[in-house]
């Protein structure tokens, strides 16, 4: 068979696009498109930080994950998840507020809900005032609620040893609790990978999760002599505002436990949990936030 010049020129095209192909691929164009597509591992200014794929569970950014530090208010995300895993658990019953938990956010110089004493407080109410404001005040009044026994003290005890019992069924190591609100006595501590595991264990609550991404509040809570008054609380989580996405949780600072942040967001399909512990500010909790956040998304 003969085969003509202008056959042959087509043979010839064909085959330099082969090669030419050959030759992209074997240079490594393609690969490096592939592996560009996989974000550098960002660093952060926290000497802890951790996410996970709320979904499957997977670990996504790691730094220092099971190093224990003490966690500052982000230990309330477990006070509530004990109060809303109370079996029959009514949060519309009403508590009154006592001297006590005022004496000791003023003994403490606590975060408070301000709580004015003899106040009648839903739960749902007091929920919202630990979780906003952070209130030390609420914290207390919720221990005292959910313990057993017959003093305060007693109550409060047996409240954190709730804490631990649910830090356990979760299989958490690394975790414990000496307080009901982070404010300890030297046994309060856990870690980025561990308080993710316990925010998202709480955020399968649909009122820990309407709680936690709520950006500010008003409540109507009953006085001493049988009237009202209302309650406004704006949460001290600003990524609410400032992050794409954004469903909570909770922020957390003390002397020891610096600046500390358990977030959460979801885009599309997917939520992302994470933790940043120990940051020198709040600024900086919040940058490192947005670096492993933005990273994770992309994995």
Known sequence: MKIGIKGINRITASATVALTAGAVIASG???????????????????????????????????????RRSTGSTTKIMTAKVVLSQ??????????????????IVSKGASSARLIVGDKVTVRQLLYGLMLPSG??????????FGSGTTRAARVKSFIGKMNAQAKSLGLKNTHFDSFDGIGNGSNYSTPRDLTKIASSAMKSSTFRSIVKTKSTKQKVTTK??????????????????????????????????????FAATRGSKTIVGTVLASTSATNRTAD???????SFKK
């Open 289 to 295: 936030m947005k670096k492993i956040m933005d990273y």
């Open 136 to 145: 030390c005040d609420a914290a207390y009044a919720l221990a005292d609620k």
């Open 87 to 104: 079996k029959n658990l009514n949060l519309d019953s009403k508590v009154t507020i006592q001297k006590a938990y005022s004496d000791y």
């Open 225 to 262: 002599s049988g009237g009202y008054r209302y309650m406004s609380w704006t949460n001290t989580n600003t990524m609410l505002s400032s992050y794409s996405g954004a469903i909570g949780i909770k922020t957390g600072s003390g002397p020891t436990a610096k600046y500390c942040l358990v």
């Open 29 to 67: 164009t393609f690969a490096s498109t592939a592996q560009a597509a996989t974000p550098p591992t960002p660093k952060i200014t926290a000497p802890g930080g951790y996410t996970m794929n709320n979904g499957t569970a997977k670990s996504l950014f790691s730094k220092a994950a099971d190093t």
